[in-house]
């Protein structure tokens, strides 16, 4: 089974759509994704890029961009109100997650919360409802974020991508091949075919 690493942060409008082309790609090709939840202000911080939504003109652009490609996908997406949202408690969250074998729904109810439902999930008494509402418990993982051992793994999930060449999310790896941003998909899905 074809392996893909798909490198996210909750934060990042652009990596929901990738983790939404991802799902659809992994059953077409019968493809593993390998989620590495990372802190993408991390990577900014470390490399010096900043998000494009900085820039005006581009922020306004990007998310008449991204409505095409949420079409394309047959992905619901809503630009958040909320945003940007710290979502440092929301990726301990992931690393939590996977830990514990349940990444899969904590990212369905995330992201669904996050892009297609409008939430404010940098507001914690929301995230503890959204998370409830999946049949996670919320108040086990609420505890859990704040361990030694949780924050240590993002930090180096977070390092260990920048060394890898990271500069942003949502990034993911094809055979050791690097590929940054959701719209960089279709070269994976090319590879794919090939392999097939």
Do not use: H
Request: contains cysteine; hydrophobic residues 45%.
């Amino acid at each position: 089974m074809s392996a893909i690493e798909f490198y996210f942060d909750f934060g990042s409008p652009t990596a929901y759509l990738a983790y939404k082309r991802l799902q659809w790609i992994a059953k077409e090709y019968n493809a593993e994704v390998q989620p590495v939840p990372v802190l993408l202000g991390g990577i900014f911080k470390a490399t010096g890029n900043k998000s494009p939504v900085e820039t005006p003109a581009k922020g306004q652009w990007m998310f008449s961009d991204m409505s095409r490609f949420a079409e394309l996908y047959g992905a619901k997406m809503a630009f958040n109100p909320f945003f940007p949202i710290n979502t440092i408690y929301l990726m301990r969250g992931a690393v939590y997650a996977q830990q514990q074998g349940f990444l899969d729904t904590y990212m369905e109810a995330v992201y669904n919360a996050m892009w297609a439902e409008e939430k404010n999930m940098g507001d914690l008494e929301v995230v503890t409802q959204v998370l409830n509402d999946a049949g996670i418990d919320a108040a086990q993982l609420m505890m859990a974020i704040n361990e030694q051992p949780v924050k240590d793994e993002l930090r180096v999930n977070t390092e260990k991508a920048v060394e890898r060449g990271l500069f942003g999310c949502p990034t993911m790896f094809y055979k050791d091949q690097m590929f940054f941003g959701q719209d960089r998909l279709f070269f994976i899905e090319t590879m794919l075919q090939q392999d097939s």
